[in-house]
Nanobody, 123 residues
Framework: QVQLVESGGGLVQAGGSLRLSCVAS????????MGWFRQAPGKEREFVAA????????HYADSVKGRFTISRDNAKNMVDLQMNSLKPEESAVYYC????????????????WGQGTQVTVSS
């Protein structure tokens, strides 16, 4: 059983930056692909970014390409999401997730989830 704890959310002005972190425990972190998703009120959870177990492969939603960067440190059991040039419509709860498979773009692909961290982008 893997436990995931996100941190780093908060309030930021449009155009600003935040760095989210997710720390894993209870499993062999390097065996999991990791992903970040977000969910705004009244909307479905949507894919943001994913990274392979080795860190060599990454994938992003089109809406965040060039602005967000996902990275991982297997020695620290940690995956980060650097978010730049944030937009008000990106206000949401951001979730970290672990996948025993390839780390796809569908929430159903993922086996473990954190509780989420709130990101609010003011206009």
């Amino acid at each position: 059983q893997v436990q995931l704890v996100e941190s780093g959310g908060g309030l930021v002005q449009a155009g600003g930056s935040l760095r989210l972190s997710c720390v894993a425990s209870g499993g062999t972190f390097s065996r999991y692909a990791m992903g970040w998703f977000r969910q705004a009120p009244g909307k479905e959870r949507e894919f943001v970014a994913a990274i392979s177990w080795s860190g060599r492969m990454t994938h992003y939603a089109d809406s965040v390409k060039g602005r967000f960067t996902i990275s991982r440190d297997n020695a620290k059991n940690m995956v980060d999401l650097q978010m730049n040039s944030l937009k008000p419509e990106e206000s949401a709860v951001y979730y970290c997730a672990a996948d025993r498979g390839q780390g796809g773009t569908a929430a159903d692909d993922y086996d473990y989830w954190g509780q989420g961290t709130q990101v609010t982008v003011s206009s």
